[in-house]
């Protein structure tokens, strides 16, 4: 994506001239006008509207961005985000970008359009150069559950390995050895960390990491359903299932009730989120817990430092925690 900065060097002139050739705030000589107006034709440049925006006006609003709106997790994010951004004042602009690119690039443009004064994100399909280009032209972003080093102090992230590495401790705490996983689709910066983390685990317990006892799905309840019955077609022996999100565990328990399998005295297992429903599972399912509402408070808190230009403290990296119930098994105590 071309920015301002790609402008000036390809007209030869400066970012300050080429701002006012697209803002139109002062007198730019002709000869530079058609340099600025010719370069951005052939960089296919678009001037940024919530860039302009902040030139001369706020609008008191936040543009949010998740991928679906349903569900208990993004349900959850965007009600706390809302909640503590009314204290400060603002009002939340909310959209679905789908799990596409082109959806959620969609959602971003569409509030770019609508002047957001800053813009607060739980994108993974954006590519890290669109991200970091929407910053380089003065929009405030701010991105949750998402790491990109250019951007280091704009992100607001779970540390994923250590959560998935919880999990995995838990289950060999209980005495299970031969533990499968279900994994988030691994394109996800989450996923891949949860699996790393899960592997780390098992490496540092001296156990051996078995391609065949891991299923790759896709966050929901529909492909923890299928990555469940592909591990049992495997006929790989395991005893117990780290599911990389509650939804996708959710779908797991069903294929294993359905199979006549017991959880937990034939299989354990064990989420990660902690949505609402894990507790009202029978039995209560043991997860890691995902710190939605202190992610949202500190989305927040960094959006109005960037806004207002002040310094506030962030917590730019949260830690998961252990929430025990009754879905593991514990096979030292077992007569």
């Known amino acids: ?100 690119e082109q959806g959620q690039r969609e959602s971003v443009e569409f509030l770019l359009g609508r002047r957001v004064d800053a813009l607060i994100l739980h994108t993974q399909h954006l590519s890290d150069d669109y991200l970091i280009a929407l910053e380089e032209q003065g929009v405030p972003v701010v991105l949750v559950n998402r790491f990109i080093p250019e951007m280091a102090l704009s992100c607001i992230d779970i540390d994923n390995e250590v959560g998935g590495k919880l999990a995995t401790q838990y289950l060999l705490q209980m005495g299970h050895t031969k533990i499968a996983c279900i994994t988030g689709p691994l394109d996800k910066s989450d996923a891949r960390g949860r699996l790393q983390g899960y592997r780390r685990a098992l490496e540092e317990a001296g156990l051996e990491y078995d391609g065949a006892l891991v299923s790759e799905a896709g966050f929901t309840e529909e492909t923890g359903v299928s990555a469940m019955k592909k591990l049992l077609k495997r006929e790989c022996e395991f005893t117990a299932v780290f599911a990389s999100n509650d939804h996708m565990a959710f779908g797991a328990f069903e294929v294993l009730k359905s199979e006549g399998i017991s959880v937990p005295q034939d299989i354990s297992l064990i989420g990660f989120d902690n949505i609402l429903f894990a507790r009202y599972l029978t039995p209560g399912l043991t997860t890691i817990n995902f710190p939605i509402e202190r992610m949202s408070t500190e989305a927040v808190q960094l959006t109005i430092q960037k806004l207002n230009k002040n310094k506030r403290d962030v917590n730019f990296k949260l830690s998961p925690s252990l929430v025990v119930r009754n879905s593991v098994k514990d096979l030292l105590n077992t007569l």
Do not use: W
């Not at 402008?7 to 002139?13: D, L, P, T, W």
């Not at 919530?50 to 349900?75: D, H, K, M, N, Y």
């Open 1 to 100: 994506m071309a920015t301002i900065k790609h402008v000036s060097e390809h007209a030869g002139v400066s970012q300050a001239t080429v701002s006012r050739v697209i803002n139109g705030t002062s007198r730019v000589s002709h000869d530079k006008k058609l340099k600025v107006e010719k370069a951005i034709k052939e960089l296919g440049y678009r001037p940024n509207s919530i860039a302009q925006a902040l030139a001369s006006s706020r609008t008191g609003s936040v543009g949010i961005v998740v991928p679906e709106l349903g569900g208990p997790f993004f349900s959850g994010i965007l009600h706390c985000i809302e909640e503590n951004l009314r204290r400060f004042g603002y009002h939340a602009v909310v959209t679905a970008g789908s799990n596409t």
